[in-house]
């Protein structure tokens, strides 16, 4: 098997989780039903459409950088009722992860080739979270533990730096669990995405740390890391 990584990170994500009426919660990384929504939307398919193409897949999320929670309000308007309220809706901010796809080599490349040229824009949970640089990290020869636990540090030269400061020593991982392995239920597999009847699944999700000077040998340096800190300006360079 091999293991597809992504880099998802950008100034806003949020990543639904079980909310009611006029309050938007979300979970504080990414959900497996939010990513394969955005896997389906690169690749074109309609929110009618069956998503048992994602069934063999395995997932998994390393928090490379931890967002701070936010909280945004919407005034929302009923002319049936004739009055106003206030709705919240919460992000996370300046928030990185490190997300593993393991499957089928084949099914993977397609994901990969999609989210080079989506069908539909790429968000982060809702369509106000754009995501910031290229997503995809590509193809590595590993299974999705490995690909995790190994794969050098991805958080911005400023969170990096940081590091000592906040006592930071390791890097908390959530992956799907594999036979023999006892983990907790979640539910956030994603069986039909109509809008008419969303319907979800639940999967089980063991968590692992792993040492930061494991992903990044050296003390916190900008080489060796992948540095990718957002500059709006570095278009008009050169």
């Known amino acids: 098997m091999n293991t597809l990584l992504l880099r998802l990170a ?28 955005m896997l ?22 390393r928090i490379d950088q931890v967002g701070k929670l936010g909280r945004d309000f919407h005034m929302v308007h009923s002319e049936a009722q004739n009055s106003s309220w206030v709705t919240n809706r919460y992000y996370l901010y300046d928030a990185a992860f490190l997300v593993g796809l393991e499957g089928e080599t084949q099914f993977l490349q397609e994901i990969d080739e999609a989210l080079s040229h989506p069908a539909f824009p790429l968000y982060l949970g809702r369509r106000s979270c754009p995501a910031s640089g290229r997503v995809s ?16 540090w991805i958080a911005a030269q400023w969170y990096r730096k940081s590091a000592p400061r906040k006592n930071l ?20 597999v994603p ?15 063991v968590r692992e740390k792993v040492l930061i000077s ?20 570095a278009i008009l360079e050169g």
């Not at 990044?216 to 800190?229: I, K, L, S």
Request: net charge negative; glycine share 10%; with cysteine.
């Open 137 to 152: 990290l590509g193809m590595r020869e590993k299974n999705l533990g490995q690909a995790l636990a190994e794969e050098p």
């Open 40 to 61: 389906a939307a690169a690749m074109g398919m309609r929110r009618d459409e069956p998503l048992d193409v994602f069934d063999g897949m395995k997932f998994g999320v």
């Open 10 to 37: 950008a100034p806003m994500q949020s990543w639904g989780a079980e909310s009611m009426f006029d309050n938007r919660l979300t979970h504080t990384e990414p959900t497996r039903s939010g990513v394969i929504g």
């Open 191 to 205: 069986v039909s995405f109509n809008p008419v009847r969303r319907r979800y699944g639940y999967r089980d999700v």
């Open 214 to 233: 494991a992903v990044c040998r050296d003390e916190y340096p900008v080489g060796e890391c992948r540095n990718t800190e957002h500059d709006p300006f």
């Open 169 to 188: 020593a390791y890097l908390e991982i959530m992956r799907d669990a594999v036979d023999g392995e006892t983990g907790y239920s979640v539910h956030d």
